[in-house]
T-cell receptor
């Protein structure tokens, strides 16, 4: 039981390049989330998904796209990277029911855009 | 706009001290409040609090919700260097699937 995994762990991009971050969970969770964490800003929600095939915008969605084609995977795409997207990206998942609201986080992806 | 505010932003104490971290929230409807500890990498879950007002405890850590004051405190007694971390607070609201996070409190415990 690996929990929530993220790939890659670290990446350097040039401005304008594209990339996809992959999040996978093996806990059969319905809900999945992508956050970014910047110094002094806490965790800010980019996009989230409440089930396979569904996605929704969070607090800071601009410049990102997501897809949830399979229940266990949630992909975050950057079509044209900008230096402002330099950050640490965390994926999280949860059951999404009233009795169990804990989110489980992946180890993070550190992204540097030059 | 829903908001979660944590204080202090940072704190430095010595081993053995007791610390109290605060989390206050302004949300249209409240469902639960969660505390997480973040060391070098991913946040890990500590407690979930609801309107029941029941205090949660785990070893030297405890937390309680004050419904009137719309806030929660996280207490850590007899602090150790291993308690050094960022402590995050998040609030959930009914009917949404979002967790609203505060900016965190950075705690450093000196030997």
């Amino acid at each position: 039981n690996a929990g929530v995994t993220q790939t890659p762990k670290f990446r350097v991009l040039k401005t304008g390049q594209s990339m996809t971050l992959l999040c996978a969970q093996d806990m059969n969770h319905e809900y999945m989330y992508w956050y970014r964490q910047d110094p002094g800003m806490g965790l800010r929600l980019i996009h989230y998904s409440v089930g396979e095939g569904t996605t929704a915008k969070g607090e800071v969605p601009d410049g990102y796209n997501v897809s949830r084609l399979k229940k266990q995977n949630f992909l975050l795409g950057l079509e044209s990277a900008a230096p402002s997207q330099t950050s640490v990206y965390f994926c999280a998942s949860s059951y999404g029911n009233r009795d169990s609201e804990t989110q489980y986080f992946g180890p993070g992806t550190r992204l540097l855009v030059l | 706009e829903d908001k979660v505010v944590q204080s202090p932003l940072s704190l430095v104490v010595h081993e053995g001290d007791t610390v109290t971290l605060n989390c206050s929230y302004e949300v249209t409807n409240f469902r639960s409040l969660l505390w997480y500890k973040q060391e070098k990498k991913a946040p890990t879950f500590l407690f979930m609090l609801t309107s029941s007002g029941i205090e949660k405890k785990s070893g030297r850590l405890s937390s309680i919700l004050d419904k009137k004051e719309l806030s929660s405190i996280l207490n850590i007694t007899a602090t150790q260097t291993g308690d050094s971390a960022i402590y995050l607070c998040a609030v959930t609201t009914p009917g949404t699937y979002k967790y609203i996070f505060g900016t965190g409190t950075r705690l450093k415990v000196l030997a």
